[in-house]
């Protein structure tokens, strides 16, 4: 078992900029082996951004990322799918008039036969990923039928089992539960459960403080691009968890409150962002 | 399992027929029976349905074929080829000249024209990648600009802008692209040669499943680790092949080059691929519709040929045709998209 404290993945002061946009400013955390890290944030916070340079879909604007303690850069998301990173895309990444099977496996595909005679082993395609979606609860009865035909929530879970199955050593899932009713949601949940206990590291963007709350281990906010700072299960409760994760703004609330200084509600997205870089040491 | 998403859910069992019917090449395959009825009815007493008859629309259909078969997979890929009319006239310069103006061995011509059909798709591939233009824009631009390369060149260095091959008298590659076995003309071979290995290559390689992925969402699939900027550029490299293939079969065929040929081929190669089920925007579609389009246009290019009329009808005809071939497969589509 690796030690805990070796990170898996770490981003050191990690910037993007796209243009004039600031989407990340100076982000450091890491993902650790069998524990699931959490992301949170508010709308436009800069998660999607960040699991991107994760998995090699942006390059950072400053700073690098590090696997297992070694800088890294990710050309494309190829490099990173190659070093074990496998990632749920907000958007899922599938391609809709594409059958099934054929988005399963579109980027690693089976093959069989040898030299020029070697091709897409369909039958295998099929026969896995009807395998892999009975196990999240799915029965298909046409592995080739397009992926338009699936409901929403079919079609998360689909592209949770694809990354699950693929996932080496890191899985990233960006609101994986977003579409899903409360069932399937509890089984993506026991799904992450079963990927941590098996010694991967899971980085799991919510919405939800409840989810996170019940299958975190660690939590990192990010607020406006800036980190609100990292946090271990036991240091935060799901209430406070809950006001970070409005971004600051709760947070400026209450340090007001305790501060007595009382000052008024409105506060300013200039007011929330200064208050994002400081609350690390609050925190 | 009970509580699965789907198998509790009530499914009615549709069959192989109803699978049938949501083949993207249906159209294009009921259009070839119904177009091959009507001139069989029409122009049946003129020779259409001779075996000289089917040597002259399958060689018709066999040249556009040869070129429609990769322009199908750029398009499923989600891209256009409109470069590909003037480089079939560009490589058939090259052939042409380096023959009879510089004493090349025929082989050595040829090959000249492959590789700069090669160059030349790789730029369009390129440019299209790197600027972000849409390719129906880049390659375009392409058309004029290989068009007027091979008419400048060709004035230049011959004066003239149609060339005779003279006395080439190379058995061998005289057989293989202009040869003929009965009335049939070898290109014909060609045209099914590549339709088969266009169908095996999209719907049995790994790489027939990235075409189908880059065209159908270039971001999706690049998230997932296909390389779509080399599936792309190999696909305008491929059409551009294809092109420079048709020269040599024309110019060998012919015995003499000309710097317009091949113009509008870019636009029927196009509209072969649509009446064969590819959809414009990508991502959906098959060779063998492409290779069933193109015989539509050579069965009614030359059965209204057979019939006497002026074949100034031929074009309002191929327009009719693809705009109900477009209709038709919208619905073809659209019930593929449901079908479960
Ligand atoms: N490609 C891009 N070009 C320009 N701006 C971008 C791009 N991608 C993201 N942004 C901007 O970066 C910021 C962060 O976006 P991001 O998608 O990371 O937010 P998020 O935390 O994932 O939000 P959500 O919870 O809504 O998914 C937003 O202001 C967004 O507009
Ligand atoms: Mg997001």
Known sequence: ?283 | MAQSATGGKPVRDVGALRRLLTRPELAAVAGSILVFAFFAVVAGDYGFLTTAGAASYLEVAAQLGIVAVPVALLMIAGEFDLSVGSMVGAAGMIIAISVSEYGLPLLVGVLLAFAVALVVGFLNGYLVIKTGLPSFIVTLGMLFALRGLTIGFARLLTGRTQIGLGDSGSGVMQTLFAGSIGDFPVSIIWWFALAVLGTYVLQRTVFGNWIFGAGGDANAARNVGVPVSRVKITLFMCTAASAALLATIQVLDAGSADVLRGTLLELQAIAAAVIGGVLLTGGYGSVIGALFGALIFGMVQQGIFFTGVSTDWFQVFVGVMLLIAVMFNNVIRRRAAEAR
Do not use: W
């Open chain 1, 1 to 283: 078992m690796m030690a805990n404290d070796t990170p898996l993945m770490e981003a050191r002061g990690v910037s993007k900029y796209f243009g004039r946009v600031i989407a990340l400013e100076d982000i450091s955390m890491d993902v650790k082996a069998g524990q699931v890290t959490c992301l949170l944030g508010d709308n436009g916070a800069g998660k999607s951004t960040l699991i991107k340079i994760f998995s090699g879909v942006h390059q950072p604007t400053k700073g690098a990322m590090a696997l297992d303690g070694e800088e890294v850069r990710f050309d494309s998301p190829r490099d990173a799918i190659d070093r074990g990173i496998a990632t749920v895309f907000q958007d899922l990444a599938m391609i809709p008039l594409m059958g099934i099977s054929r988005n399963f496996f579109i980027g690693r595909e089976p093959t069989t036969g040898v030299g020029p005679f070697k091709r897409f082993d369909v039958k295998k395609a099929d026969r896995i990923t009807r395998e892999e979606l009975d196990k999240i609860g799915i029965t298909l009865r046409d592995t080739t039928q397009p992926v338009s035909t699936l409901s929403g929530g079919e079609r998360q879970s689909v592209a949770i089992a694809r990354a699950v199955y693929f996932g080496a050593k890191i899985l990233i899932l960006d609101e994986p539960t977003s579409a899903l009713g409360v069932k399937q949601s509890a089984m993506v949940l026991r799904y992450i459960n079963r990927t941590r206990q098996q010694g991967i590291g899971v980085v799991f963007i919510t919405h939800s403080v409840h989810h996170a709350y019940v299958i975190g281990d660690r939590y990192t906010v990010l607020s406006h691009g800036h980190s609100l700072g990292s946090y271990e299960k036991g240091e935060v409760s799901m209430a406070e968890l809950e006001k970070l994760m409005a971004g600051g703004k709760e947070l400026e609330k209450l340090e007001d409150e305790l501060q007595g200084s009382g000052a008024t509600n409105g506060a300013s997205n200039e007011a929330a962002r200064s208050e994002g870089s400081t609350s690390e040491t609050v925190g």
